[in-house]
């Protein structure tokens, strides 16, 4: 069919005239204007130095925890290692379902350490019994953990969302899971308290 030609139909004894270029045209431009919002590549945000920023898809946006440490200064994380005269808790927080917001991790007495999905924090702090707190927007929870020193325990943050519900848990876990976990996750803080 060239340019110009036209498509004549018959029906019912009645002849239909169509031209090719007006109809093709309509379904072109509609096809061409779909497709074009899939492939707009989403420019990627800069992230700060001594930043871990993870990204939430809807809306599509940046969580970001600033001020984080280098697991390269902190001596031991990759081991999982306790210190001689502190009693160590590693926080991990890994969970399948858990929603990508901040959740502000503390034990009495010292700073605030903020977590996302797939990350840890080492807290040394003198032995004894210590309360932890993880936070969130909507709530908090505790939970008690004590050691001697050079004790090491290891506290799992397990976080679950259903539309806008979230809640967070502290479960202990043992040396092995804690591994496993942090293996792939990113050191976020490191935490000294003196007595």
Known sequence: ??????????????????????????????????????ATPHASPVVPEGSYCQTVMK???QVCITGVTSAYLAKGVAELAGSANAFTVYVVRNNWADPTELADVRST?????????????????????????VSWRSGATRTVVSGAAGEVKYLRVKGWAFWTLRDFSFWQ???????ELTQDGKFIGDVESNP
């Open 173 to 179: 876990i043992d040396r092995n899971d804690a591994v």
């Open 109 to 133: 007495g010292t700073p605030v350490v903020q977590t996302l999905p797939q990350t840890f924090a080492r807290f040394r702090l003198p032995p004894g019994q210590h309360e932890l707190t």
């Open 1 to 38: 069919m060239t340019a110009g030609a036209s498509l004549q139909i018959v029906q019912s004894g009645k002849t239909f005239s169509m031209h090719a270029p007006r109809l093709f045209l309509p379904i072109l431009a509609s096809a061409a204007a779909l497709m074009s919002g899939c």
């Open 59 to 61: 809306p599509r946006r």
